[in-house]
């Protein structure tokens, strides 16, 4: 974490990580992992930096990850979660479907933590449910299937 660099590229409280040392007077070469500069890098020194603590590394960690999530969302011109008929799934769901695989949205959002699915269940049945959000990861959407063009 930058504690004091002096540079206009990053602000004291900002995230780096350290990528090379190349033990010159500004040894640390560091990817900005969040900060105004995020996705780029400084050189920094000893001095200008403070190791982050478990808690900081976890929140950081956890910041990535829902940016990245987000970014693949958007990638597509959705909303997280935003599901729409035809999308092919992964779901998890041995309760109602009695195996956890592959189905399809069938039907449009009717709440905002389910979707419906239809798949095949354990014995060879077609079967549609409502399934949480949670339990459910968009394989491909609509919009890029073959057999839809």
């Known amino acids: 974490m930058v504690d004091d660099s ?6 004291k409280g900002d995230f780096v ?3 090379e ?5 500004l040894p640390f070469k560091c990817d900005v992992v ?4 995020a996705g780029g890098y400084v050189w920094a020194r000893e001095s200008d930096l403070v ?9 950081v960690r956890e910041a990535e990850d829902k940016r990245s999530v987000e970014a693949k969302w958007a990638k597509i011109g959705r909303r997280v979660g935003e599901y729409k008929v035809g999308d092919i799934v992964a779901y998890d769901d041995t309760n109602w479907f009695g195996n956890s695989g592959i189905g399809e949205v ?17 014995v060879g049945f ?7 959000k949670g339990r459910v990861t968009l394989i491909t959407p609509v919009e890029a299937r073959f057999d839809r063009s």
């Open 34 to 37: 969040i900060g105004k500069s």
């Open 51 to 59: 190791h982050a603590t478990e808690a900081e590394v976890t929140a």
């Open 106 to 122: 069938s039907e449009g959002q009717l709440l905002s933590y389910q979707v419906r699915i239809a798949a095949t269940d354990s």
């Open 126 to 132: 077609k079967n549609e449910y409502y399934l949480n």
């Open 6 to 11: 002096g540079q206009d590229a990053v602000t």
């Open 21 to 25: 040392d190349d033990e010159t007077t």
């Open 17 to 19: 990580k350290i990528t």
